[in-house]
């Protein structure tokens, strides 16, 4: 079946630093990623779908100078979170559409806590 | 635009006690529904998703939903539930087309109780 791994699990930074977070499908080419985050206690908001080879598609209110989306090949998509800052502490996790029998398929998701 | 709203902000149900977890969803396409599972501090998990067929589909854990097209409805159901299946539970609806992301409920907790 799909699946996409996702790196790092866990992450902890200063604040003010960068922190960039990989998702890969291993098994088949994602020609789109979706990225969601999600805060304690609530659910799955979409950030940004990202596509290979172009920019990336931004949700209202998802600060694009902020979070830079890179999806430089059918494989690896990446989220780097720059001048992190507390209010970034959060669940991050991404997604892709193999097909029709697989569905969505999720990365395991990265836990980012900025002190 | 595409919603899903799952009325239940929390649920607690007895051990042993049967479970029903309400969904209902708003879109323009086809519909393809999902249920998630997700355990504090974890990922998601899928239990169960419906594409087309049969409308009552069986997931794993012993959780099956039934996809009601006039209610626009994707209830999840178990009829006995475990300790373990104290969690949060996600309805999701998406087209699977590459470029559609899932869009989510705001979810339910279930809490178990002896």
């Known amino acids: 079946g799909a699946v996409v791994s996702q790196h790092p699990s866990r992450v902890i930074c200063k604040s003010g630093t960068s922190v960039k977070i990989e998702c890969r499908s291993l098994d088949f080419q994602a020609t789109t990623m979706f990225w969601y985050r999600q805060f304690p206690k609530q659910s799955l908001m979409l950030m940004a779908t990202s596509n290979e080879g172009s920019k990336a598609t931004y949700e209202q209110g998802v600060e694009k100078d902020k979070f830079l989306i890179n999806h430089a090949s059918l494989t690896l998509s990446t989220l780097t979170v720059t001048s992190a800052h507390p209010e970034d502490s959060s669940f991050y996790i991404c997604?892709?559409?193999?097909?029709?029998?697989?569905?969505?398929?999720f990365g395991s998701g990265t836990r980012l806590t900025v002190v | 635009a595409q919603s899903v709203t799952q009325p239940d902000i929390h649920i607690t149900v007895s051990e042993g006690a049967s479970l029903e977890l309400r969904c209902n969803y708003s879109?323009?396409?086809?519909?393809?529904l999902f249920w998630y599972v997700q355990s504090p501090g974890q990922g998601l998990q899928l239990l169960l998703k419906?594409?087309?067929?049969?409308?009552l589909v069986q997931g794993i854990k012993g959780f099956e939903a039934e996809f009601k097209r006039s209610q626009s409805s994707f209830n999840l159901r178990k009829p006995s539930v475990h300790w373990s299946d104290a969690a949060e539970y996600f309805c999701?609806?998406?087209?699977?087309?590459?470029?559609?992301?899932?869009?989510f409920g705001k979810g339910t907790r279930l809490s178990v109780i002896a």
């Open positions: 999701a609806v998406g087209a699977l087309s590459g470029n559609t992301p899932l869009v």
């Open positions: 419906y594409f087309s067929g049969d409308t």
């Open positions: 997604s892709a559409v193999q097909g029709y029998n697989y569905g969505y398929t």
């Open positions: 879109y323009g396409a086809t519909p393809y």
